[in-house]
Nanobody, 125 residues
Framework: QVQLVESGGGLVQAGDSLRLSCAAS????????MGWFRQTPGKEREFVAT????????FYADSVKGRFTISRDNAKNTVYLQMNSLKPEDTAVYYC??????????????????WGQGTQVTVSS
């Protein structure tokens, strides 16, 4: 079992950068595929990015490709989401999640069994 706590959200202007962090409890962090999702009111949770257990493979939603970078530090039990060139449409609550999937990465919400509480990111125009 793993517990996840996100941090780093806030209010920024369009074009700014922000880095989200997700700290995981437990000694088995490196055994989980990790992902970031986001959700706005009235909409379904949307996949953002995922990273393999070793950090060697990543996959992104088209909407953030080239602007966001997911990374992890298994020694610190932490996964990051570096967000550059932020747009107002990036405004959402961002969630990190852990998956025990047998695949290298995971882009579907149903593949994740553990979720953080979320952190708000607001991008003003």
């Amino acid at each position: 079992q793993v517990q996840l706590v996100e941090s780093g959200g806030g209010l920024v202007q369009a074009g700014d950068s922000l880095r989200l962090s997700c700290a995981a409890s437990g000694r088995t962090f490196s055994s989980y595929v990790m992902g970031w999702f986001r959700q706005t009111p009235g909409k379904e949770r949307e996949f953002v990015a995922t990273i393999s257990r070793s950090g060697g493979s990543t996959f992104y939603a088209d909407s953030v490709k080239g602007r966001f970078t997911i990374s992890r530090d298994n020694a610190k039990n932490t996964v990051y989401l570096q967000m550059n060139s932020l747009k107002p449409e990036d405004t959402a609550v961002y969630y990190c999640a852990a998956s025990s999937t047998r695949y290298t990465t995971a882009s579907h919400e149903s593949q994740y069994g553990y979720w953080g509480q979320g952190t708000q990111v607001t991008v003003s125009s």
